[in-house]
T-cell receptor, first 113, second 114 residues
Framework: NAGVTQTPKFQVLKTGQSMTLQCAQDMNHEYMSWYRQDPGMGLRLIHYSVGAGITDQGEVPNGYNVSRSTTEDFPLRLLSAAPSQTSVYFC????????????FGPGTRLTVT | TQLLEQSPQFLSIQEGENLTVYCNSSSVFSSLQWYRQEPGEGPVLLVTVVTGGEVKKLKRLTFQFGDARKDSSLHITAAQPGDTGLYLCAGARVNNNAGNMLTFGGGTRLMVKP
């Protein structure tokens, strides 16, 4: 199993550009989520999904969109990039249940200039 | 203010020393997890604790869940340079909108010097 894969690994955007961060998992996990990690802030939840067709907002959803058309894929769209979105983005997946033990992808380092 | 407060934020110790990292909250969690993250990689799960008062051991690492399921600690005995990394606690709780949510603490950056 590949686990959780993310592309691209690195990305530089200009302010106002849009892009999609890709995430895929091959573990048949129902739950998928996107986090951003900034120095000293730990991981903050952006959006999450409990199954295909079902998404919900996390702690910091503004400026981001998600969709979940299949169990495997959970792309994150930046609508109009801003310097405040410079961060490392992690996708994670897990089974639904009491514990939600997360399997993380390797991350995408995004810089917005 | 974060829902889960970790302390200390930074810790630099010599090989062989013991240390404890704390994860505190005013909220009750259905479970609490500890992850370790190395530079350039995603966090990797170390342990999950579910029951109040639960203690789990993973070699030299001891994890404890508070009786009220609001706090947790990670104790490392005889730290080694390989323990260096960012340690994150995360609590699972019910989101009133839909399903459960996992909330992360700010992390403790540990450096163990040889």
């Amino acid at each position: 199993n590949a686990g959780v894969t993310q592309t691209p690994k690195f990305q530089v955007l200009k302010t106002g550009q849009s892009m999609t961060l890709q995430c895929a998992q091959d573990m048949n996990h129902e739950y998928m989520s996107w986090y951003r990690q900034d120095p000293g802030m730990g991981l903050r939840l952006i959006h999450y999904s409990v199954g295909a067709g079902i998404t919900d907002q996390g702690e910091v959803p503004n400026g981001y969109n998600v969709s979940r058309s299949t169990t495997e894929d959970f792309p994150l769209r930046l609508l109009s990039a801003a310097p405040s979105q410079t961060s490392v983005y992690f996708c994670a997946s897990s089974y639904l249940g009491r514990t939600y033990e997360q399997y993380f992808g390797p991350g995408t380092r995004l810089t917005v200039t | 203010t974060q829902l889960l407060e970790q302390s200390p934020q930074f810790l630099s110790i010599q090989e062989g020393e013991n240390l404890t990292v704390y994860c505190n909250s005013s909220s009750v969690f259905s479970s609490l997890q500890w992850y370790r993250q190395e530079p350039g990689e995603g966090p990797v799960l170390l342990v999950t604790v579910v029951t109040g008062g639960e203690v789990k051991k993973l070699k030299r690492l001891t994890f404890q869940f508070g009786d009220a399921r609001k706090d947790s600690s990670l104790h490392i005995t005889a730290a080694q340079p390989g323990d260096t990394g960012l340690y994150l606690c995360a609590g699972a709780r019910v989101n009133n909108n839909a399903g459960n949510m996992l909330t992360f603490g700010g992390g403790t950056r540990l450096m163990v010097k040889p």
